[in-house]
C-alpha cells in the first residue's frame, strides 16, 4: 500500500440496534477527490466520523498508508476535518484561528505564524489574517476553515457537507475551489453530501450510500451513466426505470425520442416543465407507468405538444442498461 492510499475493511458501527454501517469496503487511492453520496441517514457521516476517530469502530478496520489507524487518536492519525459550520474560534483572529492545532501541539510562535501564514495565502486569505471570524463573507469563513483543517498536513482532508450552509450561487464557486485546492495539494478528499450534482461535478470517485451499505463505487459518469441497480438508478435520477422480462432496465430520459408517429410505446403528455436547454416531458405510458423524456429545446418548440396530446416513445435497445434487482 503506498503512503496516502485508504482502505476501509468490513468498517461497522452500531449504535445500540441501529447499525448505521454495515461491514463497508473501500479503498480510495491517494490523491482522489472522493464524495459520499446517500440520502439522509445511510451513514455517511457515521463512515466520516469513524475515518477521522471522532467515533469509535463498532468492528472493522481503517488502514491508511498501510498503517492501521483504527483506534488512533485524532490528531495522530493524518486525517483532518473540515466541519459544516466551519467551527472557527469567534475570538481569535484569521491567522491564529489556522494557527491554533499547530500551538496545541506545542510548535513555537514564529513557526506556527509562518506555517499559517503559507496556507492562508494558498486560500487567498493573507490580506484578512488579523481579521475576526465575524468580520469575513461565509465563503472567506470556509477558506479560512480550510486553512486551518490543512496546517497540521494531512494526508486526508475529511469534509462535512461542507457546502450545505453556501447559497446557490456561492456553493457553486467554493465547490470549484475546493476541487482546485485537492488538485494543488495532491491528497485526498473525503467529502459527504447529499447532492447529486455536488458529487457529479467533483468526484473522481462517488461511493453512493443506502441503508448503511455501499450500493455503488465508481467514476461520477459509471455512477449515473451505468447505475448498478434500482436504488443507485432513481437516486441518481435522470433515468426511467421498466421492467422486462429479464429484470429492471433504466433508460437515460435524455435518450428517450417522442414522436407523433405511430411505431414505439403509446404514452400521454401530462406535464411539460421548461428547463432552458431542454424540456422535461412527463408521460403517461398506462401500464408501463410514468415516465420522463427530456428533449432539446430546439426540438420541443420546432414542433410543439401540448397536454393530453397522445405520443410514441422509442429509444435504441443498446440504450436499456440492465439492472440487479
Ligand atoms: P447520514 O450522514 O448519511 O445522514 P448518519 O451516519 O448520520 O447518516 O446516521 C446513520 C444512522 O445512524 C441513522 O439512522 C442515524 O439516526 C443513526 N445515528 C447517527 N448518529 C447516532 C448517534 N450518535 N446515536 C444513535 N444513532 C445515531
Redesign the pocket.
Known sequence: MATGDLELAALT?R??D????DAIDLKVPKGTYCC?L????????????MIAGH?TVTSGDIVLSGQNITDAPPARRGTAMMFQNYALFPHLSVIDNVAFSLKMKGVGKSERRARAGELLELVDMSARADRLPSQLSGGQQQRVALARALVTDPQILLL?EPLSALDPFLRERMRSELKGFQRRLGITFIH?T?SQDEALALADLVIV?ND?TIQQAGTARDVFDAPRNEFVARFMGGHNILQKDGGPVAVRADRIAVGRGKAGLGARLSGVEYLGTTVKLALDAGAAGDLTALVPDAAFFSDPLSLGDEVTLSWDAADEHQLAG
Open positions: 458501527k449504535y445500540g441501529t447499525t448505521a454501517v459520499l446517500g440520502p439522509s441517514g445511510c451513514g455517511k457521516s457515521s463512515t466520516l466520523r467515533e462535512d459527504v447529499h450510500m448503511a
